[in-house]
């Protein structure tokens, strides 16, 4: 039996449009992962190897499960969706076990994408091996690395790897061969957040004088994330107003509440 943290996606209904203010990690990703999968003929040709891995790096809710998928929707691949926080396993192997079979049904579904999101939790460099956890963790991490050393860079098979933080990997993983692609994926700037908020509110019924670039200019700091939660949230302030369209106040009211939101996160955090 498979693993229940594998989620498996014939394919993704993700598409690059949907992504704002993340043109040019697009562009890369395109070339790096979606042309080889699709023309891995003009590679050969040419007598050069696309990478097998890249590593999305940045602050959490700003797009890199929504690009993985996308990629694997426009490359025509498979997505597998793997978390690394639940390799960590409780029983000697078991990580490993779960590492293989990860890859086995990369290459029974190929063309294949396998993400591995939070990939530093079992990619992060460790001074010590002391506690028996920390040694499984340890295997799992090497399983995969010769997982990924196993295939070649033509197979069908690609992994997209995410982290919010690449000071703590391992550099083992990124050695030439493995994850040696790294494509950051920052926090929007205000034309991104402009086109974050264009994308949600073209879905939503809003009233005539919302400004996308005003909203965009008073965001700051806020992830891709955090402006979805902001117009899901000034829908439900229209509602609970009993109004069918959502208004420009609506949309500050909520960014107001997200921002608070934030903060206190924040303070957690601290
Ligand atoms: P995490 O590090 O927390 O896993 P992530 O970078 O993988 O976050 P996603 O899961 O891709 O972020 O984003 C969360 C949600 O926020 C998405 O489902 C999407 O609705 C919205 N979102 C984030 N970034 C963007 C963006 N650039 N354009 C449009 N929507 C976005």
């Known amino acids: 039996p ?8 014939d394919r993704p209904n993700i598409t690059y449009a949907e992504i704002g203010g993340l043109e040019e990690q697009i562009r890369e990703l395109r070339e790096v992962v979606e042309l080889p999968l699709k023309k891995p003929e003009l590679f050969r040709e040419i007598g050069i190897e696309p990478p097998k891995g890249v590593l999305l790096f940045g602050p959490p809710g700003t797009g890199k499960t929504m690009l ?31 590492v293989k079979e990860v890859f086995e049904m990369a290459k029974k579904k190929a063309p294949s994408i396998v993400f591995i999101d939070e990939i530093d939790a079992i990619g992060a460099k460790r001074i010590e091996l002391g506690t028996s956890g920390e040694r499984e963790i340890q295997r799992t991490l090497m399983q995969l690395l010769s997982e990924i050393d196993g295939f070649k860079a033509l197979d069908n098979v690609k992994i997209i ?7 703590i990997l391992d550099p083992a993983l990124l050695r030439p061969g493995r994850f040696d ?4 994926v920052p926090l929007p700037n205000t034309e991104g957040r402009k086109e974050i908020f264009r994308i949600y509110t073209q879905k939503m019924k809003i009233e005539e004088n919302i400004n ?3 909203l965009a200019n008073m965001t700051e700091g806020f992830s891709g994330a955090d ?4 117009c899901v ?20 009211e909520a960014i107001d509440k997200i921002q608070k939101k934030k903060s206190i996160n924040k303070g957690i955090e601290r």
């Open 2 to 9: 498979y693993v229940k943290s594998m989620e498996i996606i």
């Open 161 to 167: 790897a995410a982290t919010n933080r690449i000071d």
């Open 212 to 214: 996308n670039e005003i």
């Open 233 to 252: 949230e000034a829908g439900y302030i229209a509602i609970r107003n009993d109004r069918n369209v959502v208004t420009m106040n609506d949309m500050l």
């Open 227 to 230: 402006i979805k939660n902001s």
């Open 181 to 184: 692609r790294l494509v950051e």
């Open 68 to 98: 993985a998928k996308a990629v694997a929707n426009e490359s025509n691949a498979t997505f597998i969706h793997v978390v690394a926080s639940e390799f960590a396993q409780k029983f000697v192997g078991e990580g490993a076990r779960i």
